[in-house]
């Protein structure tokens, strides 16, 4: 059985990125985000939201964990920040429904979303310039990087929730994830 770690950056939502994971069929735990990588057996993992940068512990370190990683919120930024993209404050804020376009068919990860789903994000903080080797596949009105993928790499973002009943496909990103894992 796939096993999907969900790395707890103490956001709001991460018990129902568990949740959703368990109820595809996927062995989940939720860790703290203080364990190291190398105490970790997991084929991916999910970097949760959370409120803030400066609680993300060791989640940086699970970047060269050689598993496929999906940042969620405020862990798609950590992921920027970490492989040399840009992160500062968004100019709409709080957690509002976003349509978002995506812009990437072939994406492994939000390809299916194609061209544009219904989605529940906060916009406090998001990704100003994407990291070297990473392709927007994902953006909206509010925010120019809804998501990011670098395939080669097997590293994942979207600035949503696809954990919440707000997001129209949520589901469908967790899966998607969770062929990424199978499939590597």
């Known amino acids: 059985m796939t096993r999907i770690v969900v790395v707890?950056?103490?956001?709001?939502?991460?018990?129902?990125?568990?949740?959703?994971?368990?109820?595809?069929g996927v062995e989940t735990e939720i860790i703290d985000n203080e364990t190291p990588p190398e105490d970790v057996d997991a084929d991916g993992v999910v970097l949760s939201g959370g409120?803030?940068?400066?609680?993300?512990?060791?989640?940086?370190?699970?970047?060269?964990?050689?598993v496929p990683v999906l940042g969620i919120c405020l862990g798609m930024q950590l992921?920027?920040?970490?492989?040399?993209?840009?992160?500062?404050?968004g100019d709409y804020g709080g957690y509002a429904d976003v349509t978002v376009e995506v812009v990437d068919e072939d994406d492994p990860l939000t390809g299916s979303l194609h061209p544009e789903t219904r989605v529940w994000a906060s916009h406090a903080d998001e990704v100003k310039e994407l990291p070297p080797g990473f392709e927007?596949?994902?953006?909206?009105?509010?925010?120019?990087?809804?998501?990011?993928?670098?395939?080669?790499?097997?590293?994942?973002?979207?600035?949503?929730?696809?954990?919440?009943?707000?997001?129209?496909e949520g589901e469908e990103i967790f899966e998607n994830f969770?062929?990424?894992?199978?499939?590597?």
């Open 8 to 24: 707890d950056n103490h956001g709001q939502f991460t018990h129902l990125e568990g949740r959703a994971l368990r109820d595809l």
């Open 79 to 89: 992921i920027a920040e970490e492989l040399g993209g840009r992160v500062g404050g």
């Open 136 to 168: 927007l596949t994902a953006r909206s009105d509010v925010c120019d990087v809804e998501a990011m993928s670098d395939p080669d790499r097997d590293v994942y973002g979207v600035q949503w929730h696809p954990e919440v009943a707000h997001t129209e």
């Open 51 to 66: 409120p803030d940068m400066d609680r993300i512990g060791r989640s940086p370190d699970y970047l060269e964990a050689d």
């Open 178 to 184: 969770l062929e990424i894992c199978e499939n590597r």
